[in-house]
């Protein structure tokens, strides 16, 4: 019998399938893990468990499912949108958004079972959001307690003008007959009325002196007129003026600029889009259940201007269909360093064609992939695109090749199938700082994160739970971290209850200011021994950290409990435990054997740590001894978070795996950098 010790330096492999298990070879197996359950992967290695989620408030009507969404405004200033049957609510910082003391509200139209296939764009204080059942609104936020819904106005924005006439002046004879139309131009410079009524006189302008005046009515909001004339068929442009007349003295139109046309593509029920983006100054729209491969992009420069020419503009509003070979329900648009629609069962550029510019005699499409996306929305990260597949639960990646010259697609989720095989991916967000993690809600109620930095090949998985059913995801920026916010249903004094909760920050500096519960609250005061407010959590046993030390659990009970000692920073919330499992023993022997095929006992191991306590490790989850916590701290005070290398012997467990277990159930960090193993190997 030998003794071996193995050392387990990095995790950025993250949790793979008991399928991958036999996997030695793969490079994910030598960093990976077996569990990582409310356990986060750092990018450059350790895992830490989770900080936990405090309480912001009950969703409006508990009964029914809501949906979070992301706001900002102002690279200091930014909301969640609690988005319910009929409603808008509005978070900030882990507090609700209150006017004459309630919660300030907006009323929208959409039903529950719409909630997660809105899709949203925001673009300044102006959020986008479309839905095949709905006409496409805007939320426009004009105040902190002033926000609007209001339908977007494709139609034209300003009026024609009336009353034009034309007379003719110094000419001797009619030979010909002359044809004009005026339109107005908006305060903004950026919309143009049609065409108004046509006015007719006759005359010869080729004479020396003839002219012929136009004139016309003004226009309520207008800031200039532009005037046209007939000439072939098309009435091509004169001249421009912020007055009300204007005189041809034999000008020649130009051709090429005719007065704009319009039609409202949305106009209709089964004409609502379904996607909707920005790309090069323009808003985009796509997937009407009527035209469900076509597209539209609004004017250059512009947000609802629907308008063309004849000819055509490099300007004008664009609107095209994707040909492909089989249906392509427009689910996404993406703006990358080219446009991407991504569909039911393909994944499409758009770009150009002998032009750096998009306009509408340079569409360009080409297929760059046949797999197809869900209908949750997805996310950007750096120029990768992360998204769900349309069918199989996975989720996958997208990226410019340039061996390839076009983008590809992978899958992400290949080595933890067991996380999304026969499951859905229901909503998703981005978090940048201070670790760059995509967080994806599934429909098994757990909170999956991928650590994920493409450039160093890190695309680590991790799972979340908690005391009740993860159900939403959003992530904003909040002072220096971007903030996750959930929404989570619980099962609370024998009924079922919808929170809002925010995750707390990991970044603390004092040890009592440590947050490892969920749907917690903290109290930071005088000492007290009586914590009321925890209605929200009546009947259920809660974990307390007081003063930085673990105190025992009490259970809810009218809205409050009580502790053996007073204290003045006390966190109180759901317990949840953090575990993680190191993957079977696969060290190679001295005389070039594997150790798989051998029965093994893990000794002891050894664990680097930073800032932990509260650490059991063993060969099992139902085999774990816990470190010694209190070394040289004086008495009354809490065992000091640890930043060493701790050694634990283990109960002796021959088994056939060599594996090592961790486990955090107190409300105390625990970080682990690597993990050294001294394991005895059978025959």
């Known amino acids: 019998m030998a003794n071996i010790r193995t050392l387990k330096t990095s995790f950025t492999g993250g949790e793979i399938s008991p399928e991958m298990f036999g996997r030695i070879d793969d490079v994910k197996f030598q960093n990976g893990l077996a569990i990582c359950r409310n356990f986060v992967v750092k990018p450059h290695g350790p895992v830490e468990n989770r900080a936990g989620f405090s309480f912001v408030r009950a969703a409006k009507d508990s009964s029914k499912r809501v949906r979070l969404i992301p706001f900002t405004f102002s690279t200091d200033q930014t909301m969640v949108l609690e988005m319910g049957?009929?409603?808008?609510?509005?978070h900030t910082n882990g507090s609700t958004l209150m006017s004459g003391g309630m919660p300030y509200e907006v009323d929208t139209p959409y039903n529950e079972a719409d909630l997660f296939d809105i899709h949203y764009v925001q673009s300044g204080d102006v959020l986008t959001l479309v839905h095949p059942n709905y006409e496409p609104r805007e939320l426009r936020r004009l105040g902190a307690t002033n926000w609007?819904?209001?339908?977007?106005?494709?139609?034209?924005?300003?009026?024609?003008?009336?009353?034009?006439?034309?007379?003719?002046?110094?000419?001797?004879?009619?030979?010909?007959?002359?044809?004009?139309?005026?339109?107005?131009?908006?305060?903004?410079?950026?919309?143009?009325?049609?065409?108004?009524?046509?006015?007719?006189?006759?005359?010869?302008?080729?004479?020396?002196?003839?002219?012929?005046?136009?004139?016309?009515?003004?226009?309520?909001?207008?800031?200039?007129?532009?005037?046209?004339?007939?000439?072939?068929?098309?009435?091509?442009?004169?001249?421009?003026?912020?007055?009300?007349?204007?005189?041809?003295?034999?000008?020649?139109?130009?051709?090429?600029?005719?007065?704009?046309?319009?039609?409202?593509?949305?106009?209709?029920?089964?004409?609502?889009?379904?996607?909707?983006?920005?790309?090069?100054?323009?808003?985009?729209?796509?997937?009407?259940?009527n035209k469900p491969q076509a597209v539209w992009m609004t004017k250059a420069g512009t947000e609802t201007n629907m308008a063309y020419s004849i000819p055509v503009r490099d300007d004008d509003r664009i609107a095209f269909r994707v040909a492909a070979r089989e249906a392509n329900t427009i689910r996404h648009i993406v703006p990358l360093t080219q446009l991407m629609l991504l569909t039911s069962s393909a994944e499409w550029q758009v770009g150009t064609s002998n032009s750096d510019v998009l306009s509408p005699s340079t569409i360009n499409v080409k297929p760059q992939s046949y797999v197809g996306a869900s209908n949750v929305q997805p996310v950007i990260i750096n120029n990768t695109l992360i998204y769900g597949a349309a069918r199989g639960g996975h989720v996958r990646e997208l990226a410019y090749n340039w061996q390839a010259g076009g983008h590809l697609t992978g899958d992400l989720s290949l080595r933890t199938h067991h996380l999304f095989d026969n499951l859905d991916v229901l909503d998703m967000a981005y978090s940048k700082a201070p670790l760059p993690v995509v967080w994806f809600v599934s429909s098994s109620g757990?909170?999956?994160?991928?650590?994920?930095?493409?450039?160093?090949?890190?695309?680590?998985?991790?799972?979340?739970?908690?005391?009740?059913?993860?159900?939403?995801?959003?992530?904003?920026?909040?002072?220096?971290?971007?903030?996750?916010?959930?929404?989570?249903?619980?099962?609370?004094?024998?009924?079922?209850?919808?929170?809002?909760?925010?995750?707390?920050?990991?970044?603390?500096?004092?040890?009592?200011?440590?947050?490892?519960?969920?749907?917690?609250?903290?109290?930071?005061?005088?000492?007290?021994?009586?914590?009321?407010?925890?209605?929200?959590?009546?009947?259920?046993?809660?974990?307390?950290?007081?003063?930085?030390?673990?105190?025992?659990?009490?259970?809810?009970?009218?809205?409050?409990?009580?502790?053996?000692?007073?204290?003045?920073?006390?966190?109180i919330g759901l317990p949840y435990q953090a575990d993680m499992q190191t993957l079977p023993l696969a060290a190679q022997l001295r005389d070039g054997s594997f150790a798989q095929g051998r029965f093994k006992n893990v000794n002891k191991v050894w664990l680097r740590v930073h800032r932990s306590s509260g650490i059991w490790t063993g060969p099992s989850m139902d085999e774990l001894v816990e470190s010694k916590r209190r070394t040289t701290e004086p008495y009354g005070t809490p065992p000091a978070l640890k930043t060493e290398e701790i050694q634990i012997v283990l109960t002796p467990t021959w088994a056939d795996s060599g594996q090592v277990c961790l486990r955090q159930s107190d409300p105390l960090p625990l970080t682990v950098v690597n993990i050294t193993s001294e394991v005895a190997l059978g025959g």
């Open 85 to 90: 049957a009929g409603y808008f609510r509005f």
């Open 446 to 571: 757990k909170l999956l994160g991928l650590t994920y930095v493409p450039e160093q090949q890190v695309g680590a998985w991790h799972q979340h739970d908690t005391d009740g059913v993860f159900e939403s995801c959003a992530v904003v920026a909040e002072g220096r971290e971007d903030v996750l916010y959930v929404v989570v249903r619980r099962h609370i004094n024998g009924q079922d209850v919808r929170y809002i909760e925010r995750q707390e920050t990991r970044q603390f500096v004092d040890q009592a200011d440590a947050f490892f519960v969920d749907s917690g609250l903290r109290y930071e005061g005088v000492p007290a021994d009586t914590f009321t407010g925890l209605g929200h959590l009546e009947g259920k046993t809660v974990s307390i950290l007081a003063d930085g030390a673990v105190h025992p659990q009490r259970v809810v009970t009218g809205g409050q409990i009580t502790l053996d000692v007073e204290a003045s920073t006390v966190q």
């Open 148 to 289: 609007q819904l209001t339908p977007i106005p494709f139609a034209v924005a300003i009026a024609a003008p009336t009353g034009v006439t034309a007379v003719a002046a110094g000419h001797t004879g009619a030979k010909y007959t002359y044809k004009y139309v005026v339109t107005a131009i908006d305060a903004d410079g950026t919309g143009e009325s049609v065409a108004s009524a046509v006015s007719t006189v006759t005359g010869n302008l080729f004479e020396t002196g003839a002219t012929v005046t136009i004139s016309w009515s003004p226009v309520a909001g207008a800031s200039r007129y532009q005037v046209y004339k007939l000439q072939a068929g098309l009435y091509g442009y004169l001249g421009e003026t912020d007055t009300t007349s204007l005189i041809d003295d034999n000008i020649a139109p130009d051709l090429s600029a005719t007065p704009p046309r319009y039609d409202d593509p949305f106009s209709g029920v089964g004409n609502y889009p379904a996607a909707v983006s920005y790309y090069e100054q323009r808003r985009v729209f796509a997937g009407t259940r």
